[in-house]
């Protein structure tokens, strides 16, 4: 049933062809590539909390999902090596968020939480060395900024989510622990720590849950600090603005 080595050679090249097409067309697709991704982050973001209750919102909110998945293939994919892992992981995402939510099957639902924050942390370190790269500093490096932070509360909505369904109770509304909370909800919370806006009527109960919390904590604020640092460095001061100063009075005192 093997192929002979000389067939194996030619399919080889076939379809690593194939491959670099897919990879070179979704810039087409997406000409701006970060700011349809910030576009479907959002979008997912807003819609989420409204319709996930239901079952055509979940069909809805899975269409979403897909568009932010191709959306982040699209701006990942500058290279083979990213591409073929981002659309592994995506593909992989589609297929147990289909089955989960066909079968009704947990595990299947936990696993697809698992790779998406496998698949949003790899797409943000992308991402982070795209947009701080020492270049110009374009439009679609400001949007891939503005990705990189949306998508960093979407990953730890699924952090969250993941937390309670291994510790159910993980998390407090109004005061009294609740086994699950929604994914809407879940998300809302992320936006909350990351933006530092502080506790209102959610917070976490349990220690996994307040060490992620921190962790967000940390990092949206670094990453807030660093990127307004990456801006600035790309719009330095005129060469000689305040020297020119310095130097009549110098001069002057001479």
């Known amino acids: 049933g093997r192929l002979p080595p000389p067939a194996a050679r030619r399919r080889a090249p076939i379809i690593a062809r194939a491959f670099d097409r897919a990879r070179l067309l979704m810039p087409r697709v997406f000409t701006q590539r970060c700011f349809y991704l910030f576009v479907a982050l959002l979008g ?14 979940r069909v809805v909110l899975t269409m979403l999902n897909v568009f932010v998945l191709l959306a982040t293939v699209a701006a990942v994919g500058r290279h ?11 593909v992989a995402i589609m297929l147990l968020q289909f089955f989960g939510m066909r079968q009704g099957v947990a595990d299947f639902l936990r696993a697809e939480w698992w790779l998406s924050v496998l698949f949003y942390i790899s797409a943000v370190i992308y991402l982070l060395g795209y947009v701080m790269r020492r270049d110009v500093l374009t439009m679609d490096k400001l949007w891939g900024g503005a990705s990189v932070y949306l998508m960093m509360g979407v990953t730890w909505g699924y952090a969250y989510a993941l937390a ?8 407090a509304i109004g005061g009294a622990p609740v086994a699950e909370v929604t994914k ?3 998300i809302y919370f992320s936006f909350t720590v990351l933006t530092s806006t502080g506790f209102g009527d959610m917070y976490p109960t349990r220690p ?13 604020t670094l990453f807030v ?22 130097g009549n009075g110098s001069g002057d005192a001479t």
Request: net charge neutral; proline share 7%.
């Open 44 to 57: 997912l973001i807003t819609v989420a909390p409204f319709v996930i209750d239901t079952e055509l919102g």
């Open 184 to 186: 809407g909800d879940l």
């Open 80 to 90: 083979t090596s990213s591409f073929a892992l981002a659309v592994t992981i995506a």
């Open 164 to 171: 309670q369904s291994y510790h159910p109770g993980a998390f």
């Open 208 to 220: 996994v849950a307040r060490v992620l919390v921190t962790l967000e904590q940390i990092l949206g």
């Open 225 to 246: 600090a660093i990127f307004i640092a990456r801006l600035a460095n790309a719009y330095p001061p005129p060469r000689g603005g305040s020297s020119r100063g310095g």
